[in-house]
């Protein structure tokens, strides 16, 4: 089983559309969780941590649930310029500080 | 402007050669890291460092080398051992090693001839 889980997608939405991406992660003592966003062929960029009482920022939200390990990221009012793969990032096993990437879910906002 | 810069942003490796990607930073972090990233997965962590002249292996170190002789430097040597060395290898830097928040460099593309 994979550490962190997601349907790689694509997701094809219309602009003004709400989507959401769900990520599932092995471990249970994992403390930190990110979302990443990386451009075609481009590096990865955070975009928001994911904190337990849930984060908005702007026209995205983040939710953890610990007790179901899955953590979510929902997009309003989608734009074209929000294309791009979705990377769900959690702290690895064995230090706080290593680094466990999900594959991502890719999005494609049509016009 | 501070940040991460990586290069070349394409290199081309011959069987049995040895090559070497470059990741300079000017954000006066002291810990950086090597990720490399195959298409359809997620990034897999070759090398680490959380301070100069000190680094440790990832995950997937086998054919790779590195080190830390300046703080604003960590190079990736990709070694003839490394089978499969077909990969967008990204760079990263942090605060320290405990930071979570990792900037990523714009990446060098590798392929074999």
């Known amino acids: 089983r994979k550490e962190v889980e997601q349907d790689p997608g694509p997701f094809n939405v219309p602009e003004g559309a709400t989507v959401a991406f769900n990520c599932t992660y092995s471990n249970s003592a994992s403390q930190s969780f990110f979302w990443y966003r990386q451009d075609c062929r481009k590096e990865p960029k955070l975009l928001m941590s994911?904190?337990?009482s849930g984060n908005e920022d702007g026209r995205f939200t983040a939710q953890l649930n610990r007790a179901s390990q899955y953590i979510s990221l929902l997009i309003r009012d989608s734009k074209l310029s929000d294309s791009a793969t979705y990377l769900c990032?959690?702290?690895?096993?064995?230090?706080?500080?290593?680094?466990?990437f999900g594959s991502g879910t890719r999005l494609l906002v049509r016009p | 402007d501070g940040g991460i810069t990586q290069s070349p942003k394409y290199l081309f490796r011959k069987e049995g050669q040895n090559v070497t990607l470059s990741c300079e930073q000017n954000l006066n972090h002291d810990a950086m890291y090597w990720y490399r990233q195959d298409p359809g997965q997620g990034l897999r962590l070759i090398y680490y460092s959380q301070i100069v002249n000190d680094f440790q292996k990832g995950d997937i170190a086998e054919g790779y080398s590195v080190s830390r002789e300046k703080k604003e430097s960590f190079p990736l040597t990709v070694t003839s051992a490394q089978k499969n060395p077909t990969a967008f290898y990204l760079c990263?830097?942090?605060?320290?090693?405990?930071?979570?928040?990792?900037?990523f460099g714009p990446g060098t593309r590798l392929l074999v001839l």
């Open positions: 994911v904190y337990s």
């Open positions: 990032v959690v702290t690895g096993m064995d230090s706080s500080y290593k680094l466990i």
């Open positions: 990263a830097s942090s605060i320290w090693v405990a930071d979570e928040t990792q900037y």
